[in-house]
């Protein structure tokens, strides 16, 4: 066989590899698709780590019970949960997953918002860690303290101090690893989601003395990503059709959930 016709079975043979591979990495989604199509979502009436798995299930058009308890009965639910904790993502077969971001890993795999490249998947679950880290810091500086101390003090970090410190670098890795309104790449993933409900919570009045003004303007490429999450079609849809449900007229902190839920519709632009 000459040269040329080895170079042309090369490529069709690579070609053909590349094109099994795809087509068993769509099998691999539509069957995942599957076991969470009808799932129950278990958490909390407010946005917290739910938020992300139940934005991601939207995206992807897979139905699911989103089921949020009142706070009355977590005691109960508590000791049958594997981690003591939610949210816990029930499939119809009886299958419990536990622990937020490993839930979204999972429905990211099922709904291609999980890159399937190992280093863009370690970029995502990177900046999905360090926004975790500012969910942390903006809830345990002050905790303890009188509600004014920890109001200035959580104001001082997110200024100039550790919060706004975390920040910065966040919508430095965005700007490096990111483009086009998207944290990692240039398309949807679950960093993406992750931001957008971190920021969006932080900011949202839930946590005394944090605010957009401080969590979400300074940071030019972080905001970048909140309006394209929020505006994309089913994230749309999704916040529409909660408008007016009886959850969002609970109160937390003296607050209805709706008016926590304000800085998520806002990124809208």
């Known amino acids: ?14 070609g053909a590899a590349l094109a099994y591979a795809l087509t068993c990495k769509a099998a691999r989604r539509r069957s995942l698709a599957r076991r969470l199509h009808g799932a129950t979502l278990h958490f909390f ?7 992300c798995i139940r934005l991601a299930l939207a995206i992807a058009g897979i139905e699911f019970d989103d089921s949020r308890f009142a706070f009355g009965e977590w005691g109960a639910l508590k000791p049958t949960t594997t981690w003591a904790s939610v949210p816990l993502l029930e499939l119809k077969d009886g299958t419990r997953l536990g622990q937020a971001r490993a839930i979204l890993r999972f429905v990211g795999e099922a709904s291609g918002l999980y890159p399937s490249d190992a280093l863009l998947a370690q970029r995502v679950d990177e900046v999905i860690d360090a ?3 500012v969910l942390f810091l903006c809830n345990a500086t002050g905790q303890g303290l009188e509600l004014s101390e920890k109001i200035k003090l959580r104001q001082e970090s997110a200024a100039s101090g550790k919060i706004g410190s975390l920040l910065s670098r966040i919508d ?6 990111g483009r086009d309104g998207f944290a990692v790449g240039s398309s949807l993933t679950i960093a993406d989601l992750w931001l957008f409900n971190i920021s ?7 946590l005394d003395g944090m605010s957009e003004a401080l969590i979400v303007e ?3 490429s972080l905001k970048a990503v909140r309006t394209t ?3 994309v079609p089913a994230v ?11 959850y969002m007229e609970m109160l937390i902190q003296g607050k209805t959930l709706a008016s926590l839920y304000k800085t998520f519709y806002d990124a809208r632009g």
Request: with cysteine.
């Open 229 to 231: 999450v929020a505006n």
């Open 131 to 133: 926004a975790e880290d």
């Open 1 to 14: 066989m000459s040269s040329r016709a080895l170079v042309a079975a090369a490529s069709l043979s690579l």
């Open 172 to 177: 430095k890795f965005i700007a490096e690893h």
């Open 218 to 220: 300074p940071y030019e």
């Open 200 to 206: 969006s919570s932080c900011a949202s009045g839930f």
């Open 236 to 246: 749309r849809k999704w916040y529409d059709e909660q408008v007016g449900k009886p």
């Open 45 to 51: 009436p407010l946005s917290g780590r739910a938020e």
